[in-house]
């Protein structure tokens, strides 16, 4: 038996304007509805306790929202069809932050990832993964500034390291490719 419940306003026999609805799994939805969807502002509370609030358009996630997560991640920012799309920020409950672009869910275009111990990305993404031009800061001052590839160094780069020692050249999967080494003397590179 489907124990669903709703309270709220109807037009034409159909979930129309404010109204709350329980599913039968636990789920709850608390908001606007428009032609029996969900529609306009509202709030919905999963029954793991993860949570959206924001904007809906027929039954789905689409602008500007907040999703916290049961395992205390969190995303905010904008959504189309359910999925994050748009500019948004996802905060990971390890500390761990990303601020850029999404596409169906994925980062994509322009980002900055950062992690709690200090690593930070700013630069291209491509289907989650860092690609294209990017500056890569690792947590003990190291430095790459170049191309990227499937979230490596791939391409025409320069790794400094925090004593000045540089690589600078082409890298395969993180690896120097065709790079020379320059040492840091004394203030000078040789």
């Known amino acids: 038996s489907d124990s669903s419940k709703y309270e709220g306003e ?34 919905y509370i999963n029954s793991d306790s993860s949570k959206y609030e924001g904007e809906f358009k027929d039954g789905k996630k689409n602008g500007q929202g907040t999703h916290i997560y049961s395992n205390g991640d969190k995303y905010i920012g904008k959504w189309k069809d359910g999925k994050e799309q748009g500019i948004g920020t996802y905060i990971y409950s390890n500390g761990k932050k990303f601020e850029g672009e999404w596409d ?3 980062y994509i275009g322009q980002g900055t990832f950062m992690t709690r111990d ?6 291209k993404w491509k289907d989650g993964k860092q690609n294209g031009q990017g500056t890569m800061t690792l947590p003990d001052g190291s430095k790459y500034v170049g191309e990227f590839k499937d979230g490596k160094y791939n391409g025409q780069g320069t790794l400094t390291y925090p004593n000045g020692d540089r690589y600078i050249g082409e890298w395969k999967d993180n690896n120097p490719f065709k790079c020379k080494f320059k040492k840091k003397l004394f203030g000078f590179s040789f």
Request: charged content about 30%; proline content about 0%; aromatic content about 14%.
């Open 10 to 43: 109807f037009k034409d026999g159909k979930k129309n304007g404010q109204g709350t609805y329980i599913y039968s799994n636990g789920d709850k939805y608390i908001g606007k509805w428009k032609d029996g969807k969900q529609s306009g502002q509202g709030i």
């Open 104 to 106: 169906d869910g994925k």
């Open 118 to 123: 200090g690593a930070q990305y700013i630069g």
